[in-house]
């Protein structure tokens, strides 16, 4: 079809060269103007800016201006140096003002009286005009028709004089500065920013340090930015008061609303003390019903890793729940801890009938790699020959030049394979002995290499511990038994880090050893090793690690209810070997009085024989998925307390056992801390009114940091699905 305008196209192509020419014309001034600025051109493309003028409707470009730095004037781009010389060098502009000549034009004190006119006037006339209107902060003697004067300091004096010139043009032309004015701020802003500021410093945990406050790149950051300097004895004071009463009153009033809770103590094992190494940090941690968890103290205790009586700590932990409780004892549950299971706990227990302490599961796990290592052959004789390796690749010269030639070919490896050091008990500390087999197994294949390099053989002719350590690199069979090793160990570190994160219930406890369990016997299948002896040094540090409470709060949780032939869904009791059978009724019984005792066992044999209704059985199993992991996890995990609250009424004396049961953690994993704090605040001792401020800001940072970690109240998405 022909074209219906034929004068469209001729328009569309001259306004398409039009808008070339503009931008031509706009690219070509801005191109100028940068290289005036470093130096190379005209003095006024410093104070001349190109601009584009668009078209309003078609937003096409339409013009080119020059706007004046000074006073935002708009002028024609068609002849820059016209404007220049009537708008700035005529005086037009209001704002522009030619500064004084540049001290280093001006004559020598000592130059005789008769020619000091003369000689000032030549001055004078020899200023070039690029040099008077420069903005460049800086002196540039090849701009001046006439020579520098000598400076005593030489060269190095220019910039000084320049900075001199440029002090000296401020006071004359106060309007002309660059220097931008100090924000103005109200006293809400600033009060408002130093809130932030306090929350953050408090919140950092003792990794910013008092005196940072009063460093002077601090200092000249907020003066900057418009606010006051800080104070560093008001942040150590007042302030940090007024945070921690706030945060106490909140924790106070959360645990007043909640009807009962655990006590979570962490740090009794931890290896991390202050500068005198004398006393480390203990936690406090309360953990309630609807599954928030609220710092309550941190207190210090001589010593760490052992060297605290177990009566002190069966002391600290009652005077820690007497002082939450106030007069109802009753209304903790129990504790959970780190250490000291075998001792304080059981008495606490035995003195306290109602209460349930247990030991926590996070520390099993390990103490479990260290059962190994001391109980399995297979540990022993991998970290001997590991040993041997090691030390010889990181001491002899000649290994290490076969390492350095490898490492010129492109291959990327560690310089050093780690060694646990002499002193180190690696029965007690085991993080030397995994780094060594990460090092080996990730350096094997240059190993191979290495025992076949001409350079190594010559060595292994002389020194018997080359060849020794050459036979064993190349022997096949170890090489499986630090993969067998390293699997095990990282089996069980994996789901110890999962523990850590997710902190599970008392009622998780038998399907976390259990599939432990499982792992275990398809590692044994997968290296060929006997499950016998492997299976019983995981089945003693359960028993180690076990408590009566597991089985009864694994029978009365509702997530763990077993749909059975006839559509009911009744609890695992098949699950239990008869001991645990009978631990069961014993916690039921021991949890309630005397009175109800023979009632709660009725109401747990109707518990066995009825479960609950599939409905509600079904609703508590819903599971969604997680968007950080990814795995399939519980959707409200409080809804198996809260069946028993609501619906399980009929079970009134099995129900008090069962809400006081479900709740409880089965780890004493804290908020962790950064001991850096200790060592800013205490230095090499800790005195009353130190220990109190470092208390106080470990509070409101650990309160802080739980209360970020809230779980939100998120509605289930569709990826919700009952098990």
């Not at 177990?310 to 007069?327: D, F, H, M, N, R």
């Not at 309160?703 to 569709?718: C, R, T, Y």
């Amino acid at each position: 079809m022909s074209n219906p305008n034929p004068n469209s196209t001729s328009i569309d192509a001259a306004e398409d060269s039009t808008v070339k020419a503009v931008n031509k014309r706009y690219e070509g001034l801005v191109t100028v103007r940068t290289k005036a600025v470093k130096g190379k051109g005209a003095w006024y493309w410093a104070h001349l800016e190109p601009i584009l003028i668009r078209n309003p409707e078609t937003n096409a470009p339409k013009a080119v201006k020059l706007k004046c730095g000074f006073c935002d004037a708009a002028f024609s781009a068609s002849n820059p140096s016209r404007t220049a010389t009537e708008h700035l060098k005529r005086g037009t502009c209001p704002n522009f003002t030619s500064p004084t000549n540049p001290i280093s034009q001006l004559p020598p004190l000592s130059s005789p009286k008769q020619n000091h006119r003369k000689r000032s006037s030549q001055s004078q006339q020899s200023v070039s005009p690029s040099l008077n209107a420069s903005p460049i902060n800086t002196f540039d003697p090849s701009r001046c028709l006439k020579p520098p004067v000598l400076l005593s300091g030489g060269r190095d004096d220019f910039r000084p004089l320049a900075l001199l010139e440029d002090s000296v043009k401020k006071l004359k032309t106060p309007k002309a500065s660059s220097s931008s004015p100090t924000p103005t701020l109200s006293k809400h802003q600033i009060k408002t920013a130093f809130d932030f500021l306090a929350d953050w410093f408090y919140e950092s945990c003792g990794s910013v340090s008092f005196s940072s406050l009063e460093h002077p790149k601090f200092k000249a950051f907020l003066d900057q930015v418009g606010l006051p300097a800080v104070s560093k004895t008001e942040f150590s004071t007042a302030r940090l008061d007024s945070k921690f009463e706030i945060a106490k009153a909140e924790s106070e009033a959360r645990i007043r609303d909640a009807s009962f809770f655990q006590i979570a103590s962490n740090g009794w094992k931890s290896k991390n003390f202050i500068a005198d190494k004398n006393q480390c940090l203990v936690k406090f941690t309360v953990n309630l019903p609807n599954g928030l968890r609220i710092f309550q103290k941190a207190v210090y205790s001589g010593g760490g890793g052992g060297t605290v009586p177990p009566q002190y700590v069966e002391e600290v932990l009652w005077e820690t729940a007497a002082g939450i409780c106030g007069g109802d004892a009753r209304r903790c549950v129990g504790f959970v801890v780190d250490k000291y299971k075998s001792n304080a706990l059981k008495n606490l227990e035995l003195e306290n009938h109602w209460m349930v302490n247990l030991p926590c599961q996070l520390q099993g796990f390990l103490s479990l790699i260290k059962d190994f290592y001391r109980e399995l052959p297979l540990f022993r004789n991998v970290g001997d020959s590991c040993t041997k390796i090691a030390n010889l690749v990181n001491s002899m010269p000649q290994i290490r030049n076969i390492f350095s030639k490898i490492r010129l070919q492109g291959v990327a490896f560690a310089s050093y394979i780690r060694v646990p050091p002499n002193k180190c008990d690696v029965s007690k500390n085991l993080s030397p002995f995994i780094g060594m087999l990460d090092d080996l197994l990730s350096c094997s294949r240059i190993l191979h290499l290495i025992v076949l390099d001409d350079s190594y053989r010559d060595v292994c002719s002389t020194d018997d511990k080359a060849r020794e350590v050459a036979d064993v690199i190349q022997d096949v069979r170890f090489w499986n038994d630090v993969s067998a090793a390293h699997s095990l160990v990282k089996i069980i570190m994996g789901m110890a880090e999962e523990i850590e994160a997710e902190r599970p219930l008392i009622g998780q406890c038998l399907p976390l050893w259990e599939e432990l369990r499982a792992k275990v016997k398809g590692w044994c299948s997968k290296y060929s090793f006997v499950e016998g002896p492997v299976e019983e040094i995981v089945e003693r540090r359960f028993r180690k690690s076990y408590h009566p409470a597991m089985s009864a709060a694994f029978i009365l949780d509702p997530l763990y209810l077993v749909r059975d032939l006839s559509g009911k869904y009744l609890p695992p009791f098949k699950c239990l070997t008869n001991e645990q059978e009978k631990d069961v009724d014993k916690i039921v019984t021991r949890l309630v009085s005397s009175e109800e005792a023979h009632v709660a066992v009725m109401e747990l044999m109707k518990w066995r024989s009825e479960g609950l209704d599939p409905l509600y059985a079904r609703a508590v199993q819903v599971r969604q998925r997680d968007p950080r992991t990814g795995k399939m996890k519980v959707a409200n995990p409080q809804s198996s307390r809260l069946v028993w609250e609501t619906c399980l009424k009929e079970f009134r004396s099995l129900g008090k056992v069962a809400v006081r049961l479900l709740f409880l953690h089965a780890t004493s994993c804290g908020v962790k801390y950064d001991f850096a704090l200790m060592r800013s605040v205490c230095g090499k001792g800790v005195s009353g009114e130190d220990l109190e401020r470092v208390q106080k800001m470990v509070f409101v940072a650990a309160h802080a940091k739980i209360k970020n970690n809230e779980p939100s109240d998120e509605v289930l998405d569709d990826t919700s699905s009952p098990v």
